[in-house]
């Protein structure tokens, strides 16, 4: 089975400046996508950025970005220009890419608080 | 595009009563969807797979019984909670997927059990 790990429980950045939020996974498959969701305290589960395994290109969505390290089974994001908008949760994710074995079931990991200090 | 709801967004009920959640893809259709419950200040853990036409697949731990999912539409998903207790009070999420690659969220049903 699959496990996703957010070793960060909180992280704290300065408005304007830059954070970066950790997580490894564990898998055995070759094909799988990584996401990145934000959870505000309204908790309305918002997609930030999407990464497809087959890809090497880090995936990016305007101020955010992801540094993906396959070899490593790593997948951090980094919020760059931060906003107080981007106060939340944040969770990273995992699914397999072979729908027959596991639907599109998402794994998440323990999530992220992260607080914008103004 | 890709708009998911959750009614109610907020009910309370009284210990042994059953709650109905109910769970809809409001533009397009989904053949999947997913039933998560998250614990304050914890992550999703997801309780059940839910498949238009068929029955739902339960992940380990989560009792069938307890928790009644049915998903009788391409729209439509439901989760009932079965005499409900305190212990059951929690926030549910459900999600839909209208392609292989992205899950989309609802708002969430904050359920407090007294």
């Known amino acids: 089975a699959q496990t996703v790990t957010q070793s960060q429980p909180e992280m704290s950045v300065q408005e304007a400046e830059t954070v970066t939020l950790s997580c490894t996974y564990d898998t055995s498959e070759s094909d799988y996508y990584l996401f990145w969701y934000k959870q505000p305290p309204s908790r309305q589960m918002i997609l930030v950025i999407r990464q497809e395994a087959y890809k090497q290109q ?30 939340a949760m944040y969770f990273c994710a995992y699914r397999s890419a072979l729908i027959r074995a596991a639907g599109n079931k998402l794994t998440f990991g323990g999530g992220t608080r992260v607080l914008v200090k103004p | 595009g890709a708009v998911v709801s959750q009614h109610p967004s907020w009910v309370i009920c009284k210990s042994g009563t059953s709650v109905k959640i109910e769970c809809r893809s409001l533009d397009f259709q989904a053949t999947t969807m997913f039933w998560y419950r998250q614990f304050p200040k914890q992550s999703l853990m997801l309780m059940a ?50 392609t292989r690659n992205e899950q989309f969220f609802g708002p969430g049903t904050r359920l407090t059990v007294l």
């Open chain 2, 49 to 98: 797979t839910s498949n238009e036409g068929s029955k739902a697949t339960y992940e380990q731990g989560v009792e069938k019984d307890k928790f009644l999912i049915n998903h009788a539409s391409l729209t439509l998903s439901t989760l009932t909670v079965t005499s409900a207790h305190p212990e059951d009070s929690s926030f549910y999420i459900c999600s839909a997927v209208p």
């Open chain 1, 58 to 87: 880090n995936a990016t969505e305007n101020r955010f970005s992801v540094n993906f390290q396959k070899a490593a089974k790593s997948f951090s994001l980094k919020i760059s220009d931060s906003q107080l908008g981007d106060a």
